[in-house]
Nanobody, 127 residues
Framework: QAQLVESGGGLVQAGGSLRLSCAAS????????MGWFRQAPGKERVFVAA???????????DYADSVKGRFTISRDNAKNTVYLQMNSLKPEDTAIYYC?????????????????WGRGTQVTVSS
């Protein structure tokens, strides 16, 4: 059975870094774009970043607490793994982070365009 498993979350001080991993098993996702989303307590799940199947194109959220310039998404198709390097972390980055497979030709920013989801990994940034 296809499965996505996130890891690498934890507690970090503001300004610190974490590297999240999303390992796929049960099938290969190397021909699919992949994305990272996050959900803070009491808030909706929102887009963070996405990467094309080849890794040649990346997309980042552009909302108020933008991750662009601080986060980097990458992938290693040989390892069937997607990464999210997070630097200069802020308390507002605190959330559960999920990876998912983009299955359609629709927007990378829309969670409805993703089918397989991991269970998430908690990231907590203290001030």
């Amino acid at each position: 059975q296809a499965q996505l498993v996130e890891s690498g979350g934890g507690l970090v001080q503001a300004g610190g870094s974490l590297r999240l991993s999303c390992a796929a098993s049960g099938r290969t996702f190397s021909s699919s774009a992949m994305g990272w989303f996050r959900q803070a307590p009491g808030k909706e799940r929102v887009f963070v970043a996405a990467i094309s199947w080849s890794g040649g194109r990346t997309y980042y959220a552009d909302y108020a607490d933008s991750v662009k310039g601080r986060f980097t998404i990458s992938r290693d198709n040989a390892k069937n793994t997607v990464y999210l390097q997070m630097n200069s972390l802020k308390p507002e980055d605190t959330a559960i982070y999920y990876c998912a497979r983009h299955y359609s030709s629709g927007s990378y920013y829309d969670p409805n365009e993703y089918d397989f989801w991991g269970r998430g990994t908690q990231v907590t940034v203290s001030s």
